[in-house]
């Protein structure tokens, strides 16, 4: 079963050119590139009508991963995280995202409301992640979880700094 989790981040930036950076091809390699302390990459990238399909193969060393994860693992986790996001209307999309851990038991996906104004924009996140290792998943989760929780404001803070120097 999996744990499910909210949070929330804010970006000092219009909701505009929040969602033009995500259906921005060079933003996403930026992200892959500097989100983790070891560089990802962009794997593939579609424009759809509106949005956008992103499939980012990303590396999360362990010292960055709840210690008892750490624990059951011996080298940094790569993870294939496909975002899709959704076209602006009204200052506001949606946007949706799988991961699989690669060679894990850990997986996680999640709903992001994208909503905002001329100045800034919210990212409503809403987690589902899962741990199926009998009896000790239900413990591991909230710890992933909340990790994800600093990954993402983490992610909001470099895509500011994006848009900042990009747009």
Known sequence: MA???????????PAEKVHAALTNADYWA??????????????????????????????LPLDILPEAVRAMIS???????????????????HISYN????????????????SGDDSTTTLSYTNDVSVN???M??????????????????EGELTERWISENA
């Open 3 to 13: 744990s499910r989790s909210e949070n929330t981040v804010t970006i000092n930036q």
């Open 30 to 59: 930026f992200i892959a590139q500097t989100l983790s302390p070891e560089p990802g990459e962009l794997n593939s990238f579609e424009q759809t009508e509106g949005g956008a399909v992103v499939t980012l193969f990303e590396v």
């Open 75 to 93: 080298q940094a986790l790569k993870v294939k995280r496909v975002v899709t996001v959704g076209p602006l209307a009204d200052n506001a999309a």
């Open 99 to 114: 991961a699989d851990v690669k060679g894990t038991p850990v997986d996680f996906e999640g709903e992001i409301n994208l």
């Open 133 to 135: 290792i009998p009896f």
């Open 137 to 154: 998943g239900p413990a591991i989760e909230p710890k992933v979880a909340e990790a994800l929780g600093d990954l993402f404001n983490n």
